[in-house]
């Protein structure tokens, strides 16, 4: 029998794992995360929580927690043992590894996690090149404690998704920096013909030049640069120059 259990764990590890690698973005991987890890880690409540660089909540994605809890928690976060912890020392952990059963009985976050059913939580760190930008969170109901078995496998399933999260960041990076770059701001409010004479002009090409590229006169060139100009508010090439 317990053979037989530990094969469909180790299945259904293997399964979370595989879907954890195929997600192609972040809104899937975080889809995959809510879909697996109900099925992984015995727990009452998951959160995904996105920082910025001053460590402060970007975003949160949660299930089975209400936004009112959420914000009373984000007023409590930093007392956090569990995120304190994640700051020092940027590994998982949960609750009794930081502190003890009866300091966290007496904590204002037991108190408050306690007003919604929830007792015990565990944290691991989502890590971009040496950088914290999240948390991953699971939460226990007073039930009792998580068992060890839930604890090897949140581990394992917060590792995986440490690991494609970053991936996907690496990925997501490198095609906003393979995309042509947009127009500038400024050359928005012209049209097309207009814009591109602007941004010939702009390079240092005589309108001559400019007429004989885009088979026009210059005389229309002329035209073109007054438009640009007018709506841009210069009065030179040099000045549009510096305005683009």
């Known amino acids: 029998m317990a053979t037989a259990m530990q094969a469909a ?33 015995d727990a009452d409540a998951f959160g995904l929580y996105l920082l910025d ?3 402060h909540r970007k975003a949160v994605f949660a299930t089975l927690a209400e936004r009112e809890f959420l914000e009373a928690y984000e007023a409590l976060r930093d007392s956090d043992p569990c995120f304190r912890a994640l700051i020092d020392r940027r590994r998982f952990t949960h609750t009794l590894e930081v502190i003890d059963e009866p300091a966290w009985v007496d904590h204002p976050l037991c108190r408050l996690m306690s007003q919604w059913g ?4 565990i944290a691991a760190p989502l890590v ?3 950088r914290l930008v999240g948390t991953i969170n699971f939460a226990r109901c007073g039930r009792g404690y998580f068992d060890p ?8 399933l917060c590792e995986e998704f440490d690991f494609a999260f970053a991936r996907i960041a690496h990925i997501e990076a490198l ?4 995309r042509p770059p947009s127009p500038a701001p400024a050359l928005q409010i012209l049209p097309a013909r207009t814009r591109t004479v602007a941004e010939l002009a702009a390079t240092g090409l005589t309108n001559r030049a400019i007429a004989a590229q885009l088979g026009i006169s210059d005389n229309t060139v002329r035209d073109h640069l007054k438009r640009a100009y007018a ?4 009065n ?3 000045a549009l120059a510096r305005r683009l």
């Open 9 to 41: 764990t180790h299945s259904a590890l293997a399964l979370a794992v595989a879907r954890i690698h195929r997600s192609r973005s972040a809104s899937a991987l975080r889809r995959t995360f809510f879909e697996v890890a109900p099925t992984l880690v």
């Open 236 to 238: 030179g090439r040099t």
């Open 118 to 121: 929830l007792r015990y939580s």
């Open 149 to 156: 078995d839930s604890l090897v496998r949140a581990r394992f």
């Open 231 to 234: 709506a841009l508010g210069v």
């Open 128 to 130: 971009i090149a040496g």
């Open 53 to 55: 660089d001053r460590l």
């Open 175 to 178: 095609e906003r920096l393979a």
